[in-house]
Nanobody, 124 residues
Framework: QVQLVESGGGLVQAGGSLRLSCAASGQTFSIYAMGWFRQAPGKERECVGGINWNTDSTYVAVSVKGRFTISRDNAKNTVYLQMNSLKPEDTAVYYC?????????????????WGQGTQVTVSS
């Protein structure tokens, strides 16, 4: 089992920045990739991007490319989502996920573990 805990969400003005963290514990040796998703009220969960747990290979969705970056610190078993130039439409609950066999970072079904989510609110 892997446990995931997100942190770093909050209220920020448009144009501001936030860094979300996702700390993994438990059987982290089994993780192949980590993903970030978000879900706004009344909308489906949307892929933000992902990172390979061992190679640092990353993917960032087109909708946030150039503003969001994903990184990891294996010593801390933590993955980060750096969000810059935030817009009101980025408002959502952000979730991290871990998968043991991930071929498509944006396929929700390939992730085995999910965090509880952290709220990000961007005011205009």
């Amino acid at each position: 089992q892997v446990q995931l805990v997100e942190s770093g969400g909050g209220l920020v003005q448009a144009g501001g920045s936030l860094r979300l963290s996702c700390a993994a514990s438990g059987q982290t040796f089994s993780i192949y990739a980590m993903g970030w998703f978000r879900q706004a009220p009344g909308k489906e969960r949307e892929c933000v991007g992902g990172i390979n747990w061992n190679t640092d290979s990353t993917y960032v969705a087109v909708s946030v490319k150039g503003r969001f970056t994903i990184s990891r610190d294996n010593a801390k078993n933590t993955v980060y989502l750096q969000m810059n130039s935030l817009k009101p439409e980025d408002t959502a609950v952000y979730y991290c996920a871990a998968g043991r066999r991930v071929r498509n970072y944006c396929n929700l079904g390939e992730y085995d573990y999910w965090g509880q989510g952290t709220q990000v609110t961007v005011s205009s």
